[in-house]
């Protein structure tokens, strides 16, 4: 059998040097921590269906449209503090992060529409936040509350693609938003350091969410009906009883995402410097998983829980291959 010559050993390599700087571009390692929005929001609404799956692809669309914008608009940035990145180093162009932007969240917006209006109808303004931030909000001091909204809105794009109902999921997409809300509040510092009050809020905010994520959730209203006549007629729920505190599994969820979180945001606050502000920041990004984990072990949904949490080894694992900031 022959040997690859030169020029196709030169073609390999081209081609795997594009497929890694499209990687990088895309930060692929962070869409683990994507599907977790919306089975927690479906987890919320009682079920997890088939169009579940649709709010998946439509948020790993728009997910990825945003990571790319993001390099776009920030490519004279870049190229001051972080010339290794793929579009100032000249491994993509600009036009080319620009034109997928543009596909994927076409593409999310059409598998939103696939799931129903109830879907489309919070995927629209969820890209609208996406666009909003990569191209202004992000330097202002409502970019953390964009980012939070976002993730806030993309488990609320779960629950409206499952079942159109969105109400239920308000309390989980609450809590996922204020833990975006302090990673992204830390982010903004990761390239440059700065003061330790940052962190510190982030370590204080994980430390709320983790005793939070302890606590049942508000049970529904129980309907009373009464039984047929009878020698002694009590009332009678109509629905199950009330959750029981949370068990082992929420408990153990919860702890990962202490474990997760909290020491890196600890590190941080005692010395916020670029190189430790950046793994703060990259341990809150993989620190949502746990936390998409433990909402949806709250709701009822433990299988699911399970599933979500298997996917933080594999952002993991990826995420030494391919930086996730």
């Known amino acids: 059998m022959a040997r690859p010559g030169p020029a196709d050993r030169t073609g390999s390599a081209g081609l795997a040097g594009r497929g890694?700087?499209?990687a990088e571009l895309l930060r692929l390692p962070a869409?683990?921590?994507?599907?977790?929005?919306?089975?927690?929001?479906?987890?919320?609404?009682?079920r997890v269906g088939p169009r579940t799956l649709l709010a998946v692809g439509s948020a790993l669309c728009l997910y990825e449209a945003g990571m790319a914008l993001n390099d776009w608009a920030d490519r004279a940035e870049d190229a001051r503090e972080r010339p290794h990145r793929p579009l100032p180093s000249g491994r993509v162009r600009p036009a080319a992060a620009l034109t997928a932007a543009g596909a994927l969240t076409a593409a999310g917006l059409a598998v939103a529409a696939r799931a129903g209006r109830p879907?489309?109808?919070?995927?629209?303004?969820?890209a609208g936040t996406v666009w909003a931030y990569d191209l202004g909000l992000k330097r202002t001091a409502a970019g953390p509350l964009a980012m939070a909204a976002a993730r806030g809105l993309d488990l609320l794009l779960g629950a409206a693609a499952t079942t159109g109902r969105t109400?239920?999921?308000l309390p989980s997409a609450a809590l996922l938003a204020t833990h975006t809300l302090a990673v992204t509040a830390v982010s903004r510092r990761e390239t440059t350091g700065g003061a330790p009050a940052v962190p510190l809020a982030a370590l204080a905010t994980a430390t709320a969410l983790t005793?939070?994520?302890?606590r049942p959730p508000s049970p529904a209203p129980t309907a009373l009906i009464r039984r047929p006549p009878s020698p002694a007629p009590t009332p009678t729920p109509l629905s199950s009883p009330a959750p029981a505190p949370p068990g082992t599994l929420p408990a153990l969820l919860a702890a990962a995402y202490a474990a997760t979180s909290l020491r890196p945001?600890?590190?941080?606050?005692?010395?916020?410097?670029?190189?430790?502000?950046?793994?703060?920041?990259?341990?809150?990004?993989r620190a949502t998983i746990?936390?998409?984990?433990a909402l949806t072990a709250r709701a009822g949904a433990p299988a699911t829980a399970l599933l979500t949490a298997a996917l933080a080894p594999l952002a993991r694992r990826f995420a030494k291959k391919v930086s996730v900031t």
Not at 211 to 214: C, D, I, N, W
Not at 290 to 293: F, G, I, K, N
């Open 20 to 22: 890694r700087a499209w």
């Open 31 to 46: 869409l683990f921590t994507v599907p977790g929005d919306a089975l927690a929001g479906a987890a919320a609404v009682g």
């Open 119 to 126: 879907a489309l109808a919070v995927a629209v303004p969820l």
């Open 167 to 169: 109400r239920p999921a």
């Open 211 to 214: 005793a939070l994520l302890h």
């Open 265 to 285: 945001y600890l590190h941080a606050a005692l010395n916020p410097s670029p190189p430790l502000v950046q793994r703060a920041v990259g341990s809150g990004i």
């Open 290 to 293: 746990p936390l998409q984990s």
